[in-house]
């Protein structure tokens, strides 16, 4: 199975016609090498190939580039279905979305994996695979090489069989796999973490989903100092911990859980009914602020994320602090923490008439906003 592809990828004649989501900057593309590397095996390997599953496309470019197969994609990421969905516009594409592998049905030809960056999520997936894809199913994993860690080859071969590594072509790699028929021996399970002596629960791919992010137990500190609010958002919620401690201390009318992740908004709304089943919730998976229209808020709590995927950068972060300001009641307040080098104090003021320190470490500062 180590055979590199001999051809020009079909993805290098029509990137342009593919868009990212979001599309924070104009030079970085909906594709890579490891997309162009797999389709490109997919077309000259298995051409007999008409029903296909794909996890974790980014932004669709596998998924609507197999243009002679009908394909099931799922992802975690509200961004990259509806990236996704964009770009299947300029293709005649027969394409079903999916948040959740247990919502994955149908008889596969062949299993594409785009390498996650959780090697967890990754592990929840080969275990999927492992006991709902029946054996002699080529599974098929495509990574950029530095992304690629050692380990990735030993979990497929502990869950699927013996596992190949292909050659290197344009700094991306494929692991190449036949599925096995083999007992699971090992149970998958993500521990959570507590908070204040309660436990809050967290599914595969949440942000960190074992540990308390030290930039939340930062702000968790000043939530006396925050004050009452009635309508709250957690923007960025991940396991919903801001949201959910806000809620015991203040009840206020109603908490808005937000994030891209569909296991985190699950997440956050598995440990709010546990933890503060008395305030009235609501949760919503999207880009930022953008699917909401009419809702204002006293208050917003936010997190926010510095990277997508791979790429690092501020670009998450501006987007929710525009949407934050467009969201507030007149009187309505932001509160962020970031790292310090960020200098989320500067960048909120295009925004926001005032923005004040309320606490800080040798790391991180909490920050609040408002146009008071």
């Known amino acids: 199975m180590q055979r590199t592809i001999s051809r020009k990828s079909g993805l290098e ?79 005649p594409k027969d394409l079903d979305t999916v948040n959740q592998l247990d919502a994955i049905s149908g008889d596969f030809d062949v299993v594409i994996v785009r390498l996650p960056k959780s090697l967890f999520f990754f592990e929840t997936q080969l275990a999927w695979i492992a006991q709902n894809i029946k054996p002699g199913t080529p599974i098929l994993v495509a990574s950029m090489v530095k992304h690629l860690p050692h380990t990735a080859k030993e979990l497929m071969e502990h869950y699927l069989g013996q596992t190949h590594v292909s050659h290197a ?32 629960d967290t599914l595969a791919n949440v942000y960190c989903r074992e540990r308390l992010d030290p930039g939340t137990a930062l702000l968790l500190q000043c939530i006396e100092a925050i004050g009452t609010a009635e309508t709250v958002a957690d923007l960025g919620c991940g396991s919903g911990v801001l949201g959910v401690e806000y809620a015991r201390h203040f009840h206020p009318q109603l908490v808005h859980y937000f994030d891209e992740s569909f296991d985190a908004v699950r997440s956050a709304t598995l440990n709010h009914e546990k933890h503060a089943p008395t305030v009235k919730h609501q949760s919503q998976c999207g880009h930022s602020l953008e699917r909401v229209s009419e809702q204002r808020y006293d208050l917003i709590l936010n997190n926010p994320p510095f990277h997508q995927d791979q790429v690092v950068g501020d670009f998450i972060a501006r987007a929710m602090f525009e949407d934050a300001s467009r969201c507030l009641n007149e009187n309505g307040r932001l509160v962020v923490v970031g790292n310090r080098h960020l200098n989320y104090h500067q960048i909120l003021r295009r925004w926001f008439k005032r923005v004040s320190l309320i606490k800080s470490n040798a790391k991180f500062v909490v920050l609040m906003a408002d146009n008071h």
Do not use: M
Not at 43 to 59: K, Q, T
């Open 13 to 91: 004649l029509t990137h342009p016609a593919l868009r990212r989501f979001p599309s924070n900057d104009p030079n970085l593309q909906g594709w890579d090498s490891a997309d162009s590397y797999i389709v490109n095996y997919v077309e000259e390997h298995l051409p007999e190939c008409r029903n296909a599953l794909v996890l974790n496309d980014r932004f669709g470019a596998i998924s609507v580039a197999l243009t002679s197969t009908r394909t099931t994609l799922f992802s975690d990421s509200y961004c990259a279905l509806h990236a996704a969905d964009l770009n299947r516009s300029n293709y």
């Open 169 to 200: 072509w344009k700094k991306a790699r494929l692991l190449l796999n036949v599925k096995e028929d083999r007992p699971i021996t090992k149970t998958l399970e993500s521990k959570g973490f507590d908070v204040f002596g309660r436990h809050y």
